[in-house]
Protein backbone atom coordinates (compact mmCIF):
# COMPACT_ATOMS: atom_id res chain seq x y z
CA UNK A 1 0.00 0.00 0.00
CA UNK A 2 0.76 3.41 -1.07
CA UNK A 3 1.95 5.74 2.69
CA UNK A 4 3.18 9.19 2.56
CA UNK A 5 3.92 10.21 5.86
CA UNK A 6 4.64 14.29 6.62
CA UNK A 7 6.83 15.46 9.91
CA UNK A 8 8.33 18.62 10.71
CA UNK A 9 5.45 20.92 11.09
CA UNK A 10 5.34 23.25 14.76
CA UNK A 11 4.90 26.65 15.58
CA UNK A 12 7.23 29.30 13.71
CA UNK A 13 6.97 33.27 14.42
CA UNK A 14 6.34 35.37 11.60
CA UNK A 15 9.47 35.59 9.30
CA UNK A 16 10.83 32.53 10.16
CA UNK A 17 11.59 29.51 8.46
CA UNK A 18 10.30 25.41 8.78
CA UNK A 19 11.38 22.17 6.64
CA UNK A 20 8.50 19.88 6.41
CA UNK A 21 9.60 16.27 5.01
CA UNK A 22 7.47 13.73 3.46
CA UNK A 23 8.12 10.08 3.45
CA UNK A 24 6.80 7.66 0.60
CA UNK A 25 6.31 4.04 0.63
CA UNK A 26 4.82 1.46 -1.19
CA UNK A 27 5.44 2.74 -5.29
CA UNK A 28 8.50 4.05 -6.76
CA UNK A 29 9.46 6.72 -5.31
CA UNK A 30 11.94 7.86 -7.78
CA UNK A 31 9.36 8.05 -11.00
CA UNK A 32 7.00 10.14 -9.18
CA UNK A 33 6.18 13.63 -8.83
CA UNK A 34 5.22 15.01 -5.50
CA UNK A 35 2.83 17.92 -4.36
CA UNK A 36 2.17 19.77 -1.77
CA UNK A 37 -1.42 21.09 -1.14
CA UNK A 38 -2.41 23.06 2.20
CA UNK A 39 -4.89 23.53 4.27
CA UNK A 40 -5.66 26.92 6.34
CA UNK A 41 -8.10 25.95 9.30
CA UNK A 42 -11.96 26.20 8.24
CA UNK A 43 -10.45 26.83 4.63
CA UNK A 44 -9.83 25.04 1.24
CA UNK A 45 -7.64 23.65 -0.37
CA UNK A 46 -4.62 25.51 -1.90
CA UNK A 47 -1.76 23.76 -3.92
CA UNK A 48 1.73 25.01 -3.17
CA UNK A 49 3.97 23.92 -5.03
CA UNK A 50 5.60 20.34 -7.05
CA UNK A 51 8.73 19.22 -7.91
CA UNK A 52 8.75 16.28 -10.89
CA UNK A 53 10.98 13.27 -10.73
CA UNK A 54 14.78 12.98 -11.33
CA UNK A 55 14.82 11.53 -15.33
CA UNK A 56 12.45 14.70 -15.85
CA UNK A 57 15.10 16.59 -14.22
CA UNK A 58 13.50 17.44 -11.23
CA UNK A 59 12.39 20.73 -12.42
CA UNK A 60 9.60 22.59 -10.22
CA UNK A 61 6.99 24.72 -9.92
CA UNK A 62 5.01 27.20 -7.46
CA UNK A 63 2.03 29.77 -7.35
CA UNK A 64 2.73 32.91 -7.22
CA UNK A 65 2.11 33.57 -3.44
CA UNK A 66 4.75 31.14 -2.70
CA UNK A 67 7.28 31.19 -5.34
CA UNK A 68 9.83 33.27 -3.63
CA UNK A 69 9.62 31.72 -0.26
CA UNK A 70 9.48 27.91 -0.91
CA UNK A 71 11.75 25.16 -2.11
CA UNK A 72 10.95 21.86 -2.80
CA UNK A 73 14.03 19.05 -2.72
CA UNK A 74 13.53 15.17 -3.22
CA UNK A 75 16.13 12.22 -1.89
CA UNK A 76 15.33 9.18 -3.88
CA UNK A 77 17.49 7.02 -1.94
CA UNK A 78 15.49 7.40 1.14
CA UNK A 79 12.40 8.48 -0.36
CA UNK A 80 11.98 11.73 1.20
CA UNK A 81 10.73 14.82 -0.39
CA UNK A 82 11.43 18.68 2.05
CA UNK A 83 9.47 21.84 1.57
CA UNK A 84 11.55 24.43 2.79
CA UNK A 85 9.52 27.17 4.02
CA UNK A 86 10.94 30.90 4.27
CA UNK A 87 10.16 34.23 4.95
CA UNK A 88 6.60 32.57 6.47
CA UNK A 89 3.33 35.07 7.35
CA UNK A 90 0.54 34.48 9.13
CA UNK A 91 -1.72 32.97 6.28
CA UNK A 92 1.14 30.24 5.66
CA UNK A 93 -0.73 28.44 8.98
CA UNK A 94 -2.45 25.44 7.41
CA UNK A 95 -2.52 21.56 7.55
CA UNK A 96 0.59 20.69 5.09
CA UNK A 97 0.09 17.23 2.88
CA UNK A 98 2.31 15.71 0.71
CA UNK A 99 0.69 13.84 -2.68
CA UNK A 100 1.64 11.92 -5.26
CA UNK A 101 1.07 13.75 -8.01
CA UNK A 102 -0.08 11.81 -11.05
CA UNK A 103 -0.42 14.84 -13.64
CA UNK A 104 -2.86 15.14 -15.56
CA UNK A 105 -4.71 12.27 -13.84
CA UNK A 106 -4.62 13.93 -9.91
CA UNK A 107 -3.23 13.87 -6.90
CA UNK A 108 -3.89 9.84 -6.12
CA UNK A 109 -2.33 9.87 -2.46
CA UNK A 110 -1.98 12.26 0.21
CA UNK A 111 -0.45 11.93 3.95
CA UNK A 112 -2.49 12.80 6.75
CA UNK A 113 -0.89 16.21 6.86
CA UNK A 114 1.31 17.93 9.25
CA UNK A 115 0.30 21.32 11.09
CA UNK A 116 2.30 24.73 10.75
CA UNK A 117 1.31 27.20 12.75
CA UNK A 118 2.62 30.83 12.02
CA UNK A 119 1.66 33.31 14.88
CA UNK A 120 3.85 35.60 17.48
CA UNK B 1 -3.97 31.33 -12.82
CA UNK B 2 -7.09 29.57 -13.54
CA UNK B 3 -10.01 30.06 -11.23
CA UNK B 4 -12.07 27.28 -10.04
CA UNK B 5 -15.66 28.38 -8.68
CA UNK B 6 -17.99 25.63 -7.27
CA UNK B 7 -21.88 25.89 -6.32
CA UNK B 8 -23.70 25.40 -4.49
CA UNK B 9 -20.84 25.91 -1.55
CA UNK B 10 -23.42 24.20 0.94
CA UNK B 11 -26.45 21.79 0.02
CA UNK B 12 -28.40 19.83 2.80
CA UNK B 13 -29.99 16.73 1.36
CA UNK B 14 -31.26 13.31 2.43
CA UNK B 15 -30.37 9.36 2.38
CA UNK B 16 -31.52 8.63 -1.12
CA UNK B 17 -31.39 11.93 -3.25
CA UNK B 18 -29.21 12.44 -5.78
CA UNK B 19 -27.14 15.41 -5.66
CA UNK B 20 -25.33 17.46 -8.19
CA UNK B 21 -22.39 19.68 -7.76
CA UNK B 22 -21.06 22.18 -10.47
CA UNK B 23 -17.68 22.97 -11.12
CA UNK B 24 -16.97 26.36 -13.50
CA UNK B 25 -13.16 27.23 -15.00
CA UNK B 26 -12.22 30.84 -15.98
CA UNK B 27 -10.59 29.41 -19.11
CA UNK B 28 -11.08 26.40 -20.14
CA UNK B 29 -9.15 22.65 -18.88
CA UNK B 30 -10.40 20.64 -21.67
CA UNK B 31 -11.27 17.63 -19.87
CA UNK B 32 -8.44 17.33 -16.86
CA UNK B 33 -10.99 18.32 -14.16
CA UNK B 34 -10.42 16.07 -11.23
CA UNK B 35 -12.72 15.54 -8.31
CA UNK B 36 -11.89 15.06 -4.06
CA UNK B 37 -14.19 13.96 -1.32
CA UNK B 38 -12.82 14.92 2.09
CA UNK B 39 -14.66 14.34 5.56
CA UNK B 40 -13.96 15.90 8.58
CA UNK B 41 -10.00 15.54 9.93
CA UNK B 42 -9.10 13.21 7.10
CA UNK B 43 -6.73 13.91 4.13
CA UNK B 44 -9.24 14.75 0.68
CA UNK B 45 -9.94 11.59 -1.34
CA UNK B 46 -9.36 11.28 -5.22
CA UNK B 47 -12.42 10.15 -6.73
CA UNK B 48 -12.80 11.40 -9.93
CA UNK B 49 -9.95 12.40 -12.74
CA UNK B 50 -9.94 13.31 -15.81
CA UNK B 51 -13.52 14.26 -15.47
CA UNK B 52 -15.38 11.45 -15.76
CA UNK B 53 -12.81 8.59 -14.68
CA UNK B 54 -13.70 6.47 -11.48
CA UNK B 55 -10.97 6.21 -9.26
CA UNK B 56 -9.84 2.32 -8.32
CA UNK B 57 -12.05 1.49 -5.13
CA UNK B 58 -14.61 4.22 -5.36
CA UNK B 59 -18.91 3.72 -5.52
CA UNK B 60 -20.06 3.71 -9.03
CA UNK B 61 -22.91 5.85 -7.64
CA UNK B 62 -20.14 8.79 -8.29
CA UNK B 63 -20.25 10.00 -11.99
CA UNK B 64 -18.48 13.20 -13.20
CA UNK B 65 -18.84 14.86 -17.09
CA UNK B 66 -18.47 18.17 -18.77
CA UNK B 67 -15.61 19.39 -20.52
CA UNK B 68 -13.98 22.98 -21.33
CA UNK B 69 -15.25 25.21 -18.41
CA UNK B 70 -18.06 23.47 -17.28
CA UNK B 71 -18.33 20.21 -15.28
CA UNK B 72 -20.69 18.52 -12.67
CA UNK B 73 -20.22 15.71 -9.99
CA UNK B 74 -23.21 13.52 -10.05
CA UNK B 75 -24.14 10.83 -6.16
CA UNK B 76 -26.77 9.11 -7.90
CA UNK B 77 -28.04 8.07 -4.36
CA UNK B 78 -26.40 9.78 -1.17
CA UNK B 79 -25.41 7.35 1.45
CA UNK B 80 -24.84 7.97 4.89
CA UNK B 81 -21.00 7.72 3.93
CA UNK B 82 -21.49 10.47 1.38
CA UNK B 83 -22.08 13.27 3.53
CA UNK B 84 -18.44 15.32 3.12
CA UNK B 85 -16.78 18.19 1.36
CA UNK B 86 -16.84 17.90 -1.94
CA UNK B 87 -13.49 20.01 -4.04
CA UNK B 88 -13.04 20.34 -7.79
CA UNK B 89 -9.43 20.55 -9.16
CA UNK B 90 -7.80 21.56 -12.67
CA UNK B 91 -4.72 20.16 -13.48
CA UNK B 92 -4.41 21.31 -16.85
CA UNK B 93 -2.62 24.31 -16.12
CA UNK B 94 0.56 23.22 -14.55
CA UNK B 95 -0.38 25.60 -11.48
CA UNK B 96 -2.77 23.18 -10.05
CA UNK B 97 -5.80 24.95 -8.73
CA UNK B 98 -9.18 24.36 -6.48
CA UNK B 99 -12.34 24.86 -6.03
CA UNK B 100 -13.44 26.28 -2.65
CA UNK B 101 -15.60 22.95 -1.91
CA UNK B 102 -19.03 22.07 -1.66
CA UNK B 103 -20.33 20.57 1.61
CA UNK B 104 -23.00 18.02 1.44
CA UNK B 105 -24.62 17.78 5.20
CA UNK B 106 -27.46 15.96 6.34
CA UNK B 107 -31.24 17.58 6.12
Known amino acids: DVQLVESGGGLVMPGGSLRLSCAGS????????MSWVRQSPGKGLEWVGR??????????DFPPPVKDRFSLSRDDSKAMVYLQMTSLKLDDTGVYFCTVDRNLVGLAYWGQGTLVSVSS | DIQMTQSPSSLSASIGDRVTITCRASQTVTTYLNWYQQKPGQAPKLLIY???NLQSGVSSRFSGGGSGTEFSLTISSLQPEDFATYYC?????????FGGGTKVEIK
Open chain 1, 51 to 60: IRSTAEGETR
Open chain 2, 50 to 52: ETS
Open chain 1, 26 to 33: GFTFSNAR
Open chain 2, 89 to 97: QQCYSPHLT
